[in-house]
Structures are given as C-alpha cells and as structure tokens.
C-alpha cells in the first residue's frame, strides 16, 4: 500500500479524476495533512464517506518511526527506522533565519566519497517521497516547530534518486501543503553532471550546492570516486550551464580535510577554477568520525584558507560548526546504531 504523504497535488488530482470526483479534492486532502496535520482519513470531514472508504483502502499514514535522537546546542539528529527495518538520519539546525533540516536521499550511498561515514555502509536502495516528506513531518511534530528551509544533504545521493527527490520537492513547495519556499530548498550533489544538466530545465527555482572539496582532479579522485567519472572540467562546464538556464547562484561546498585539500595553494587554484563563476564557497569543519582516517584542518589553516579566496575575489563563508558532539557527521549515528 502506498504511503499517501508520497503523493503530488497532482497525482492525487489523478486519484480523484479516475474515481469520477472533482480533482479539488487532492487540495483539501493537502490542507488535512499539512495544514491541519491529520493522521486519521476519517477525520477529513468534507471529502464524504466514499472517498473516504476508497483512501483507507489505497493509502497508508504510516509516520516514521523515531529511533533515538541526540541534542547540542542549536542542532538536533533523529534516527528513523523504516518499514524494512532499514535505518536513515536527519538533522535539525536552529539558525537565526529559522529552522533548516538536513534530510536523507537513500539508504546508504554508492557514491564513494572517501572522508563521509554514509558512503561506508553502501546503498542498500532508494528513499521514495513519502520517506523524505516524513521526515520533515516527524522532526516538526517532536519539536513542536514549523520547518522554514530544507536541505537534502543528509544520507546518500540526491541525484542518484532524481525522480523521488523531485517529487520531494513538488510536495513541500505544494500551495495548501508545507508551502516552503523554492529558494529555501537545497539540493547538494556529489557531482552526478547529467543530472545537473537536467535539475537546469527544473521548473522551481530551487538552490544547488557542488560538494567539490578540491580545486582539481588529481586531490579530488584520490577522496571522491565520482571525479574518476565526471571530472572538475565536465562538472564545471555543467554548473555554467546550470547558471545561464536559471539565473541561479551556485555554492560549491569545500570540507577542509587537514594535509589534503587546505593549503593556501589549493586555496588560490580554487579561486582559478571558479573565476567568472556566480558562485559562493562554503567552507565546512570536518566531523571527524571513529571509522575515518581524516581530520579536520586547524583553525588558523582554515582562516588562511578563507583569506587566500578573499584576497582572489572569490565570495566565500565559513559555515559554523554543528554537531560534533552528535555524531553529525553524515550517517555516522546510523553506522554507530547498525554495529551496536
């Protein structure tokens, strides 16, 4: 049975269309389950008695369920546990603009990044739309909070999921849903360029960030895999495509990985490889993690790192540091769960 917060207003227009109802219904279904966050179809009192019957029959309102969750200062991190007894993550961060969460993509992921927990436990599959939206919906409703931004950068790799994640994102930005805004959605991706190409014929104007996290090829295969297929010259050419499609600026993420990516020279061939490009870096503290042989640059390489991309007129911020005492880093609580 489908889990209905996996459905589009679209494809629930569908649903009532076929069954010879007004397709307003899918917008009042909509305002029952995220305005007035019903869990009980019968409850949706102005849909009448069939429809009613037919929704109990063809949907389910599972939530997730809450494993466990760990708590610092302005950031939270929930572990779920899905229907298949597969584990995902997701992070809530309280910033000054609102609250932003951090969901998971799949179980697992394939991408092979050498420094992130996630990609150590491989992708075991897909999260459908209604497991992201869920999500969002449990983290709220344990807070008791209102989610303003989203950020799908959690666990695995969004592009890897491309039609799930942009039904994701269809059913948050939904009128009479969530109503989160495009432009406080981001997708981050490892780097997958058929999908950025296709992600720039996007209808929403939705944020993309570049996890880059080396200013060439040679540092960046030797911790990403995905750069063996698609190297920075083929990445970079997408993102100016990405760019003249949607007018968009892009944030290229950059994890400071100490002895490996942080020196001042990387820093000024970052500064190179990004020139003429509308663009933002977001340096990133590294959460070190048990399993991972990397450590996070001290704080004086960082500011020489910042300093060095200033000085070459490259826009760039230092993101602050949530979670180490979390287990934050990417899929760290799961593997720590799993091997438990």
Known sequence: MKNIYGETIAELEEY????KEKKFKAT????WLYKKRVKDFSLMTNLGKENIAHLQEDFSLN?????TKKKDVDVSKYLFELEDKNYIEAVLMNHDYGNSICISTQVGCNMGCHFCESGRLKKVRNL???EMVRQVLAVEEEENIRISHIVLMGIGEPFDNFEEVLSFINIVNAPKGMEIGSRHITVSTSGIVPKILAFADYDKQVNLAISLHAPNNEIRSQIMEINKAYPIEQLISAVRYYYEKTNRRVTFEYILLKGVNDSRENALELSQLLKGLNCYVNLIPYNET???EYQKSDKETVLAFYD???KNHTAVTIRREFGSKVNAACGQL????KEE
């Open 308 to 310: 060095e991309l200033k």
């Open 63 to 67: 939530p997730l369920k809450l494993l």
């Open 334 to 337: 799961r593997s720590n769960y």
């Open 16 to 19: 009532f269309l076929s069954r």
């Open 28 to 31: 009042q279904v909509f305002e």
């Open 290 to 292: 048990t399993h991972i």
């Open 128 to 130: 459908d739309a209604s």
